[in-house]
């Protein structure tokens, strides 16, 4: 059974980057059944999706934060990670990773993480 | 970007009662191409249906959907105490978008 638990520092500084990193437990992130996404909810922007990438290592960005974001895959240690540059306030919220199922780039969300809490506060 | 409104805000029910969630999209939504999910205090979301019909492992049959093109609906035939809960639909026809969600609370 596919799980994912994410990992990363709960307070970030304004202007800094937020880095954050989902481990795979239970499956491959080499599998061709899934790509791999970013999540985030905040009660004032509700669900939003971050980015997704493929088995193969090519990412997708959600074009409002595409200027800012990069996400990346490390097979060896079965995870992947997101980074978040130039964080602001707007950037706090609970951040999931979840797993795109379908084998395609347009898919439902299944399984995802419990999720983190990032505050951007100084 | 396809905008998702879900309707009612809030939706206050009784155990057994029948439940009835709206989407509706700003324009066509291609090959079905829709998910709902439930998700209650403290849980990440949890795959309900996607494909717009079908049901996720261990989805129980009181819940189904139905629509199509721009105007979808969730339905709980008899409410059980716990799908007393939020629940999301989103779209992965063209990038993905989430609705801003139903809240189904106890009467």
């Known amino acids: 059974q596919l799980q994912l638990q994410e990992s990363g520092p709960g307070l970030v500084e304004p202007s800094e980057t937020l880095s954050l990193t989902c481990t795979v437990s239970g499956g491959s992130i080499n599998s061709y059944t899934y790509y791999w996404a970013w999540i985030r909810q905040s009660p004032g922007k509700g669900l939003e999706w971050i980015a997704s990438i493929s088995y193969s290592g090519i990412p997708y960005y959600n074009p409002s934060l595409k200027s800012r974001v990069a996400i990346s895959v490390d097979t060896s240690a079965n995870r992947f990670s997101l980074d978040l540059t130039s964080v602001t306030a707007a950037d706090s919220a609970l951040y999931y990773c979840a797993a795109q199922g379908g084998a395609t780039r347009l898919a439902w969300f299944d399984p995802w993480g419990q999720g983190t809490l990032v505050t951007v506060s100084s | 970007e396809i905008v998702l409104t879900q309707s009612p805000g809030t939706l206050s029910l009784s155990p057994g009662e029948r439940a009835t969630l709206s989407c509706r999209a700003s324009q066509t939504i291609s090959s079905n191409s829709l998910a709902w999910y439930q998700q209650k205090p403290g849980q990440a979301p949890r795959l309900l249906i996607y494909?717009?019909?079908s049901r996720a492992t261990g989805i129980p049959d009181r819940f189904s959907v139905s629509g199509s093109g721009t105007d979808f609906t969730l339905t709980i035939s008899r409410l059980e105490p716990e799908d007393f809960a939020m629940y999301y639909c989103?779209?992965?026809?063209?990038?993905?978008?989430f609705g801003g969600g139903t809240n189904v609370e106890i009467k």
């Open positions: 494909g717009a019909s």
């Open positions: 989103q779209q992965y026809g063209n990038s993905f978008t």
